[in-house]
């Protein structure tokens, strides 16, 4: 299945950290990963210094002028609202209603996306030049819109490996109808876990997968399971944006030089458009993962980082923005670490002592130039092959692709070389 459908599937929805549509959300990917499991945190509920918050939905949004016209009409644009606005129903003036409408000043045609989940507000979003055209009369409000007591709901896929040792992988799925941010790592992420079934159904390593609300789902998740988190992840990944193909981001974890860290590098290791952002430019789940006392290793993995794309957090980041390319793309990155970690030569070891003879082997040209490089890299591979470093470790060390690094040990283990 092409990983943009599930995009496609989820777009149109009004979600936000607890919602129906959030809870279809979850049941569209317990659907295509039925060994999911659900964890639920009451509203109300104290996590850390956090309050659970309602559940909130929304039924309709409007304004109408005087002749009742509707200027603004949240069926067709589910972006045009606060999200958690309180209800309300009134005629106001124009002075008051601009008070109250958000808009974006370096995209004039697109309506931004806005929430006020912790202060009791209302609002809506809509592009600046629709804003400027607002005539002077009076404008009738409403929003319908209900809060009540539920649960936050968090999506867990566990994988026992025979290995306790485990690596997590953390994306959010709180966000209405923007494709980038973030149903595209949503998507990505069901993708990975699909091909971690099938291709390592006995995988050595154990793995650990969430998909929840930003920031209160990853602290709420945290304050539930830190000790076992603590004790087993090796190495984790906050997944956002993954959609566009127009550059690769890292976000390094607080600490750096993590094996996250290491991982990421080695994988995007070569790509044109790389950008390596310090744990200054965090913003999304790895701001809880990495907290001091949590220290957990988690690096971020982006596309396009979010601040950092015209189209973040507006309208503009529709389907049209994202790519199946550009999610195969951020999928293969993902899978090649998975690859790596999984080789049974995660830590290569020579087998000779001194330098094998690559030529009889036919891995090295044993006459002209043409084929030096590539027998130097396998050189280059084969010194640091001790047996104490990780093919992470090695890929950045010889200065060699992830992709690449697996296929010389795949190609080495052939020749029994490692
Ligand atoms: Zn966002």
């Known amino acids: 299945m092409r990983i943009k459908r599930t995009i496609e599937d989820l777009f149109y ?15 569209y990917i317990k659907k295509h990963i039925p060994k999911i499991s659900i964890i639920k945190f009451k509203s109300g509920k104290k996590v850390f210094d956090w309050v659970v918050p309602n559940e909130w939905n929304i039924n309709d949004a409007y304004i109408m ?66 804003v400027k055209k607002l005539k ?22 566990f994988k026992k490996g025979k290995q306790k040792k485990e690596i997590f992988f953390s994306t959010y799925i709180c966000h209405p109808s923007m494709a ?9 992420q069901i993708h990975l876990i699909n091909y971690l079934e099938k291709k390592y159904p006995k995988s050595n390593f154990s793995y650990r997968f969430v998909f929840l609300p930003e920031t209160i789902g990853s602290i709420s998740y945290l304050s539930k399971k830190i000790t076992i988190l603590k004790k087993n992840m090796i190495m984790g990944f906050a997944l956002s944006c993954l959609g566009d193909d127009n550059q690769y ?30 744990y200054l430019d965090r913003g999304s789940d790895e701001r809880q993962y990495c907290y001091p006392g949590v220290d957990l290793p988690v690096t971020g993995f982006c596309r396009s980082r979010f601040h950092s794309f015209k189209e973040y957090h507006t309208d503009k980041d529709d389907l049209k923005y994202v790519s199946e390319k550009g999610l195969k793309n951020s999928f293969e990155i993902l899978k090649n670490i998975i690859d790596a970690i999984e080789n049974k030569n995660f830590f290569p070891k020579n087998k000779f002592l001194c330098e094998p003879n690559l030529g009889k082997r036919g891995l090295m040209s044993t006459i002209g130039k ?3 490089k590539k027998g130097k890299m396998i ?29 010389i040990t795949n190609k080495l283990n052939e020749n029994k070389l490692i």
């Not at 890292?250 to 310090?278: E, M, Y």
């Not at 060390?397 to 697996?406: A, E, P, S, Y």
Request: hydrophobic share 35%.
């Open 249 to 278: 981001s890292i976000i390094s974890s607080r600490h750096g030089k993590q094996l996250s860290d290491l991982a990421l590098n080695s994988a995007l290791k070569g790509k044109k458009k790389l950008v390596k952002f310090s």
């Open 180 to 188: 980038n941010d973030n149903l595209s790592s949503l998507a990505v």
């Open 370 to 372: 043409k084929f030096y």
């Open 136 to 157: 002077k009369h009076k404008y009738f409000v409403s929003i319908d819109t209900t809060f009540k007591k539920s649960f936050l709901e968090i999506g867990e896929y």
């Open 13 to 27: 929805m009004p979600r936000s950290i607890i919602s129906e549509p959030t809870r279809k959300t979850m049941r």
């Open 65 to 130: 002028e005087p002749n009742g016209k509707k200027i603004l009409d949240f069926r067709k644009n589910l972006l045009s609202i606060v999200y958690h606005s309180s209800p309300v129903k009134k005629w106001i003036s124009r002075a008051e209603l601009l008070k109250k409408i958000h808009y974006d000043d370096k995209l004039p045609n697109a309506t931004p996306y806005v929430t006020s989940y912790y202060k009791k507000d209302w609002g809506f979003c809509m592009p600046k030049n629709k």
């Open 379 to 407: 050189k280059n591979f084969l010194v640091y092959a001790d047996g104490k470093r990780n093919l992470f470790e090695i890929s950045n060390t010889i200065n060699l692709n992830l992709n690449d690094t697996i296929n």
